[in-house]
């Protein structure tokens, strides 16, 4: 008999806030009600056929010490898996370790309590749960950084690349002692939040950079693991065509900003056997995100042309950005107001006017032309300039901040 599991990932619950509006009924982000109803939806899944074990690839929060309101919609999913006596694994992702210290995951609070059939996986370590058809193991690799396995004086003076060669020096011996461990005879799932050097990134390499570490896809594929469950990257994707193991990451069950536009959004269902999974992605109707992309400058009437262009989509319901493109001489012909208007309907929107310039000026007037710019200054402005990017913009410059510590960018030139 198979073991039915459900696979789902990188839910960051409180994320993509300003995608979203105030809900008059509840007080509540909408984009907040967004995620918990999707996040509904795969614990509905897992509780009607029932799944045998749900596994979770990480990053529950955007950080690990989320508002105790969002802390409590995500227990109040995970706890009816507990009632329906469905056990589960929790693995710690980037977003939900303190960057200080250990055991203090934002998700290490579901061992302290002993919910049963709740599993933390917040290290390197092999969990043998009993389901109803049957034991099935888990090997746990939680988000590693440098200080999971390397000490301070070990790093210094060395670049990313050669601390991240040292990481995989480490952790080698480690996973394959764990590995040596593992009994032959059941089903054995690797669980890891990580990227691995095959991926095709999404969000997550802005909300990461300069922080983790890329992991071989050759110290996953193992003849003793039959499914690796991952989580990290945003996009849905199987690492190895040939699917022995299948090296799965879900991706994220709801867009966490515009990146993610035009991915499909959704979990993994799996059906486990010693040496056998059939797995299918199963997507989950999550809110569309539409830009809307225009270049009047050459327009008579770029009014017209604007309106024009949002009429071409349907944006009821729908998280809209309108970037509209013109030169300065055309600013007084467009109403904005009349935008306004337009975008209505959508669930929510932003407008974005760009300047086309017509002579070779910079594209950042405060960048000027000096030929020598501070880079952290040029990101700086860079930054300033992009509404989008405003979420992320402190975790972006913090990163640039530890890469130019690391010479890095010097290195490349920049
Ligand atoms: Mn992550």
């Known amino acids: 008999m198979a073991i039915a599991i459900l696979h789902l990932s990188d839910i960051h619950l409180g994320s993509s806030f300003t995608h979203g509006r105030v809900n008059p009924d509840t007080g509540t982000n909408t984009r907040l009600e967004d995620f918990v109803n999707t996040l509904s939806r795969c614990i509905d899944r897992a509780i009607e056929e029932p799944a045998d074990l749900v596994l979770f690839g990480g990053d529950a929060f955007p950080d690990a010490t989320p508002p105790p309101y969002i802390q409590e919609a995500f227990a109040a999913q995970f706890r009816r898996l507990a009632d329906a006596d469905i056990p589960a694994v929790l693995l710690v992702g ?5 960057s200080q210290g250990t055991g203090g995951a934002s998700l290490c609070i579901y061992r302290t309590l002993a ?47 050669e601390v991240n060669a040292l990481l995989i020096d480490r952790l080698r011996p480690v996973l394959e002692a764990e590995i040596r461990r593992l009994d032959a005879n059941i089903p054995t799932i690797l669980l890891g939040h990580l990227m691995v050097d095959r991926a095709t990134l999404g969000a997550e390499r802005f909300l990461a950079v300069g922080k983790g570490f ?76 539409r830009t809307i992309e225009v270049d009047v400058s050459q327009s008579e009437e ?23 493109k013109l ?31 017509q002579l070779a000026t910079p594209r950042l007037p405060e960048l ?36 130019l510590e690391e010479d890095v960018l010097e290195e490349l030139g920049a």
Not at 94 to 98: E, G, I, K, L, V
Not at 312 to 322: A, G, N, P, Q, S
Not at 329 to 355: F, K, V
């Open 115 to 161: 919910v049963p059939g709740f599993h933390v996986g917040d290290g390197i370590a092999t969990h043998r749960i009993s389901t109803r058809n049957g034991d099935v193991q888990v090997l746990t690799l939680p988000w590693l950084t440098r200080s999971t396995l390397l000490t301070r004086p070990e790093t210094e003076g060395h670049s990313l690349a």
């Open 368 to 403: 000027g032309a000096s030929s020598r710019i501070d880079p952290f200054a040029a990101l700086q402005a860079y930054l300033g300039n992009r509404d989008d990017l405003r979420e992320i913009a402190a975790e972006m410059l913090e990163a640039a901040q530890l890469l």
């Open 327 to 357: 030169r300065s001489e055309q600013l007084d012909e467009i109403d904005t107001p009349a935008l306004h208007q337009a975008l209505q309907p959508s669930h929510t929107y932003t407008i974005r006017p760009e300047l086309v310039s």
């Open 214 to 289: 890329t992991i071989p896809i050759s110290l996953l594929i193992r003849p003793e693991i039959d499914y690796v469950a991952l989580g990290h990257v945003h996009k849905h994707q199987n690492l190895n065509p040939a699917n022995n193991p299948p090296v799965v990451y879900p991706g994220s069950i709801e867009r966490v900003d515009f990146s993610e536009e035009k991915e499909d959004k959704g979990y993994i269902w799996l059906e486990l056997e010693k040496g056998k999974a059939n797995w299918e992605f199963c997507t989950l109707p999550v809110r569309p995100f």
């Open 94 to 98: 980037n977003h939900d370790q303190h």
């Open 302 to 324: 770029p009014q017209v042309a604007i309106l024009n262009a949002i009429a071409k989509y349907e944006i009821e319901e729908t998280v809209v950005r309108l970037i509209y």
